[in-house]
C-alpha cells in the first residue's frame, strides 16, 4: 500500500515541478525549488519501484520521511497550495499513519498543517477564509487517522493470515498421520498378521497331528515344514514393511504386473490347494512398483478372502488391457458363497473386518477404481479393479 501513494506522490510531483520551478525567484531560490523536485522525485520513483529494498529503511528512520516533508514543502510554498502538491502534502500523514502508527501519524498531521498554513500565509491574496485555510490541514488530519486504522486492519489480517497458515499446517499434519496410519493398518492387515494367521493355522494342525495315537511322522514333517515357511515369511514381510518405512519410495522402477500376478495366483493355488486359473495377454506390462505393488496386494487379499470365507472351490484371475481407453482391469472372481446382502464399508469397519476396506483404500491410492460385488452369470463374488494408463507417446519424426 506504500508502494502506491509514493506512486501517486511521483504523478503529482510531476505534475507539480513546472509551476514551482516557474514562480521560484531567480537564482537561488530556482537552484533551491529544483534541488527539492529532484530529491522528491526520486526518492518517491526509488521507494515505488523498490519498496522491498528500501521501505525498510524507512520504516527503521522516521527522520527520513522528515526530511522529505521538509523539501516537499519548499515546492509547496513555491508552486502554491493551490497545485497537486497540496495532494503530495495530505499524502504524508498517510504514509506516517500505516508505517509509525497513530503516534507518526499525529507527529507528521502537526507537521504538515503547520506547513500548509504557512505556504497558505505566502499567497498575495489576502481574501482567503478561515474555512478554505483550514481545510487542508483538516485533510491532513483525516489522512493520519486513516493511515492509523489501516496499519492496525493490515497487521490484524497478517496476524491472522499466520493463524490460518499454522491451522492449516496442523491438519495437514494431521492428515498425513492419519493417511500414514490407515497405509500402516493396511500392510499389518494384509501381510503379517494374514501370515502370523496361516502360522496359527498350520501350528494348530501340527498340534492335531501329534496328538494323534499313532502320528504320521512325514505328515508332521509337512506341518512342521509349513510352519516354518510361514513364519519366515512372517520375518520377511516385517523386514519390508520396516525397511518401506525408514527408506523413500524410489519411483522410477517398474515391474511386469502381469507376469507377478501370474507367479502369485500359481503360489496361492499350491499353498492352499484351491483350484485357481489365469487369464492374461501375453504381452507385458510395466507400471510403477508402487501401483504394482497395490494392486498385486488387492489380488492376494481378494484370493484369500474367496479360501478363507466364501467356501470358493474355484477362482478365476483374469488382467486385460482396454487399448482404446487405456485402462487395466483385474478380475477376481470365485464361485462362493457370496457377500452377505447389506454389506458396507461403514458395517465392515465398525464390525472389525478391514479386508474389503484396505482393498478400497489401496485402490483410491493408486488412482484406481473398484468394484465389490456378485459376479455376472455364476454367481460368487467378483473384484474388478481399474486402473487408468498413460496413452503410449508416439513416437518423435525422424529428421530429414
Same mark, same amino acid.
Given at each position: ?12 510531483i ?18 533551491l ?10 526518492? !518517491?520513483? /526509488? ?6 529494498r528500501?521501505?525498510?529503511l524507512?520504516?527503521r528512520h522516521p ?8 523539501f516537499?514543502?519548499?515546492l509547496l ?14 499524502c ?25 498554513l ?6 498575495p ?17 483525516i489522512?493520519?487517522?486513516?493511515? !492509523?486504522?489501516l ?7 497478517g496476524t ?12 495437514a499434519?494431521?492428515e498425513a498421520i492419519s ?6 493398518a493396511?500392510?499389518m492387515?494384509? !501381510? ?12 494348530e494342525?501340527?498340534?492335531? !497331528?501329534?496328538a ?18 510361514a ?16 527408506s ?10 502381469l507376469?507377478?500376478l ?9 499353498r ?17 512398483h ?9 489380488t ?7 479360501h ?32 452377505p446382502?447389506?454389506t458396507?464399508l461403514d458395517?465392515?469397519r465398525?464390525?472389525g ?8 483404500e489401496? /485402490? ?16 460368487g ?8 494408463l /498413460? ?10
Amino acid at each position: 500500500m506504500c508502494r502506491q501513494v509514493f506512486g501517486f506522490r511521483l504523478a503529482m510531483i510531476a505534475l507539480a515541478a513546472p509551476a514551482a520551478l516557474l514562480n521560484a525567484n531567480p537564482g537561488l531560490g530556482t537552484r533551491l525549488v529544483g534541488a527539492a523536485v529532484v530529491v522528491t522525485f526520486m526518492v !518517491s520513483y /526509488a521507494l515505488f519501484r523498490d519498496w522491498e529494498r528500501f521501505g525498510p529503511l524507512l520504516l527503521r528512520h522516521p527522520t527520513l520521511l522528515a526530511a522529505d516533508t521538509l523539501f516537499g514543502s519548499l515546492l509547496l510554498i513555491s508552486a502554491g497550495p493551490d497545485t497537486t502538491l497540496a495532494y503530495v502534502s495530505v499524502c504524508t500523514p498517510l504514509l506516517a499513519g500505516i508505517a509509525y502508527s497513530w503516534r507518526g501519524a499525529a507527529v507528521f498531521a502537526s507537521l504538515q498543517s503547520l506547513i500548509l498554513l504557512l505556504a497558505q500565509a505566502t499567497l498575495p491574496h489576502t481574501h482567503t477564509t478561515a474555512a478554505d485555510m483550514l481545510l487542508l490541514p483538516g485533510f491532513c488530519v483525516i489522512t493520519g487517522a486513516v493511515g !492509523s486504522t489501516l496499519r492496525n486492519l493490515l497487521l490484524r489480517f497478517g496476524t491472522a493470515t499466520q493463524a490460518l497458515t499454522a491451522m492449516r499446517a496442523r491438519l495437514a499434519v494431521t492428515e498425513a498421520i492419519s493417511e500414514e496410519r490407515a497405509r500402516l493398518a493396511r500392510e499389518m492387515h494384509d !501381510s503379517v498378521a494374514k501370515t502370523l494367521h496361516g502360522v496359527a493355522l498350520a501350528a494348530e494342525g501340527l498340534a492335531a !497331528s501329534a496328538a494323534a495315537r499313532t502320528p504320521d511322522p512325514a505328515l508332521l514333517k509337512q506341518q512342521a515344514e509349513l510352519v516354518a515357511r510361514a513364519a519366515r515369511r512372517a520375518v520377511t514381510e516385517s523386514r519390508e514393511l520396516v525397511t518401506d518405512l525408514r527408506s523413500n519410495p524410489d519411483p522410477a522402477p517398474t515391474t511386469d504386473v502381469l507376469e507377478e500376478l501370474a507367479t502369485r495366483t500359481r503360489d496361492f493355488s499350491s499353498r492352499t490347494g484351491l483350484r485357481s486359473t489365469y487369464r492374461a495377454p501375453a504381452h507385458p506390462l510395466a507400471v510403477p512398483h508402487g501401483v504394482a505393488r497395490q494392486l498385486l496386494t488387492i489380488t492376494e487379499e481378494a484370493m484369500e478372502n474367496a479360501h478363507r470365507h466364501a467356501r470358493a472351490t474355484h477362482i478365476d484371475v483374469t488382467a486385460d488391457v482396454d487399448p482404446d481407453h487405456h485402462v487395466l482391469r483385474i478380475s477376481v472372481h470365485d464361485d462362493g458363497r457370496g457377500l452377505p446382502p447389506g454389506t458396507t464399508l461403514d458395517e465392515l469397519r465398525r464390525s472389525g473386518h478391514f479386508g474389503l476396506v484396505g482393498m478400497v483404500e489401496r /485402490a483410491e491410492s493408486v488412482g484406481a477404481r473398484i468394484h465389490i460385488g456378485e459376479g455376472a452369470g455364476s454367481g460368487g463374488t467378483e473384484v474388478l479393479v481399474e486402473l487408468p494408463l /498413460a496413452p503410449p507417446t508416439p513416437p518423435s519424426p525422424l529428421p530429414l
